[in-house]
């Protein structure tokens, strides 16, 4: 079960690209994505209404794709407005058309009631398309379900642990207490430790004198959405009271689109707004990141491996779990709601 009337990444900008046709599932529908030759990107079903082939085997014809199959050709809408042998269309052969919005270099998609698509619902993720600031796209693909990895990223206290080379810091850092915080569509987390070890990304790109505040504060909001302010400064230079004296400061954004039950693209972006004119610091950073998310990749898919040996096993909660509870809490609220209005939907036109 998935969450439909919400926004997803469905790709990054550079991934739909000129004359080409792009596909990516999500939650478990096939679509494609192109752009009109004025350079407006169109996402479509990516499967044709006649006998079901992808549409992304197609062939571009101006702003139309044709299937390949048996040449029904569409419009940019949908509609097909040919179909070889065959003077009259019927109405109803067409294509579902979705909802984008392309924005700081992240395509979103909408993949519910079109009616409810309100672009000003977007997560504001400024900081990947913000000249004060520099990152690299990221994607990594999980042969898991969403839920885990969002769960992974909801307790931060594996950092030490899964990744004591790069991201990690010292095993202080686990034992801090996170302040959890419910919001309307997600929660809030706020992690600081004071006076611990610079993690290894950050020693790599700066050289610093003792020890460090560390701080990560992030929003995780549905579906799976997590825009972070975190950094490092001296310690005792009054980082927890606002001041980032000597400080390295990031804006990590990332998104979570479901691909099926067992599946999941994995975009993301380390912002940084220090060293802006080396690039060989914004290379080192995101390559630590994305060292990191493929060990936080090993360690989900080895948990998935094993929990799928025994469908009935309960996990046992324990404090630290607290946003992980009250996350899935909010996604099984809009699964739960979007089930009843649907039901009334039907109700009404029976």
Same mark, same amino acid.
């Given at each position: 079960m998935f969450i439909r009337n919400t926004w997803y990444v469905a790709a990054w900008s550079h991934e739909v690209e000129g004359a080409e046709l792009f596909s990516r599932t999500i939650i478990g529908t096939p679509v494609l994505l192109y752009r009109k030759e004025g350079g407006e990107v169109v996402a479509l079903m990516d499967r044709c209404c006649h006998r079901g082939a992808p549409l992304s085997v197609g062939r571009r014809e101006g702003d139309c794709v044709r299937?390949? +199959?048996?040449?029904?050709?569409? $419009? @940019?809408?949908?509609?097909?407005? &040919?179909?070889?042998?065959? /003077?009259?269309?019927?109405?109803? =052969?067409?294509?579902?058309?979705?909802?984008?919005?392309?924005?700081?270099? *992240?395509?979103?998609?909408?993949?519910?009631?079109?009616?409810?698509?309100?672009?000003?619902? %977007?997560?504001?993720?400024? *900081?990947?398309?913000?000249?004060?600031?520099?990152?690299?796209?990221? +994607? %990594?693909? +999980?042969?898991?379900?969403?839920?885990?990895?969002? $769960?992974?990223?909801?307790?931060? @206290?594996?950092?030490?642990?899964?990744?004591?080379?790069?991201?990690?810091?010292?095993?202080?850092?686990? =034992? @801090?207490?996170?302040?959890? &915080?419910?919001? &309307? $569509?997600?929660?809030?987390?706020?992690?600081?430790?004071? $006076?611990? /070890?610079?993690?290894?990304?950050?020693?790599?790109?700066?050289? *610093?004198?003792?020890?460090?505040?560390? *701080?990560?504060? +992030?929003?995780?909001?549905?579906?799976?959405?997590?825009?972070?302010? @975190?950094?490092?400064?001296?310690?005792g230079t009054g980082a927890p009271e606002g001041v980032r004296v000597g400080a390295v400061e990031f804006r990590g954004c990332q998104a979570l689109t479901p691909e099926t039950e067992n599946s999941t693209h994995y975009f993301f972006a380390h912002p940084h707004n220090f060293s802006l004119d080396q690039p060989d610091v914004t290379r080192s950073i995101h390559q630590a990141v994305v060292d990191a998310f493929d060990e936080d990749r090993d360690i989900v898919t080895a948990q998935h491996r094993n929990l799928t040996l025994d469908p009935g096993f309960r996990m046992m909660a324990f404090g630290i779990d607290a946003a992980l509870s009250q996350f899935r809490w909010a996604v099984n609220k809009r699964i739960e709601e979007e089930g009843a209005a649907a039901a009334r939907k039907s109700e009404a036109t029976s």
């Amino acid at each position: 079960m998935f969450i439909r009337n919400t926004w997803y990444v469905a790709a990054w900008s550079h991934e739909v690209e000129g004359a080409e046709l792009f596909s990516r599932t999500i939650i478990g529908t096939p679509v494609l994505l192109y752009r009109k030759e004025g350079g407006e990107v169109v996402a479509l079903m990516d499967r044709c209404c006649h006998r079901g082939a992808p549409l992304s085997v197609g062939r571009r014809e101006g702003d139309c794709v044709r299937c390949m +199959y048996h040449g029904l050709k569409f $419009d @940019s809408n949908g509609a097909c407005v &040919e179909a070889p042998a065959q /003077e009259r269309i019927p109405p109803q =052969a067409r294509v579902r058309q979705f909802p984008v919005v392309e924005r700081c270099r *992240w395509i979103w998609i909408w993949m519910g009631d079109p009616a409810l698509a309100d672009p000003a619902t %977007i997560p504001d993720t400024h *900081w990947v398309d913000d000249p004060a600031w520099r990152s690299l796209p990221g +994607y %990594i693909h +999980y042969d898991v379900n969403y839920l885990l990895i969002c $769960d992974n990223l909801l307790d931060f @206290s594996h950092l030490p642990f899964v990744h004591p080379t790069t991201l990690g810091g010292g095993e202080d850092y686990a =034992a @801090s207490q996170p302040k959890v &915080e419910r919001l &309307e $569509d997600g929660v809030r987390i706020t992690r600081w430790t004071l $006076d611990t /070890e610079p993690p290894p990304f950050a020693k790599a790109v700066r050289a *610093w004198p003792g020890k460090v505040d560390r *701080w990560n504060i +992030y929003d995780f909001t549905v579906p799976a959405v997590l825009r972070m302010d @975190s950094g490092m400064a001296p310690t005792g230079t009054g980082a927890p009271e606002g001041v980032r004296v000597g400080a390295v400061e990031f804006r990590g954004c990332q998104a979570l689109t479901p691909e099926t039950e067992n599946s999941t693209h994995y975009f993301f972006a380390h912002p940084h707004n220090f060293s802006l004119d080396q690039p060989d610091v914004t290379r080192s950073i995101h390559q630590a990141v994305v060292d990191a998310f493929d060990e936080d990749r090993d360690i989900v898919t080895a948990q998935h491996r094993n929990l799928t040996l025994d469908p009935g096993f309960r996990m046992m909660a324990f404090g630290i779990d607290a946003a992980l509870s009250q996350f899935r809490w909010a996604v099984n609220k809009r699964i739960e709601e979007e089930g009843a209005a649907a039901a009334r939907k039907s109700e009404a036109t029976s």
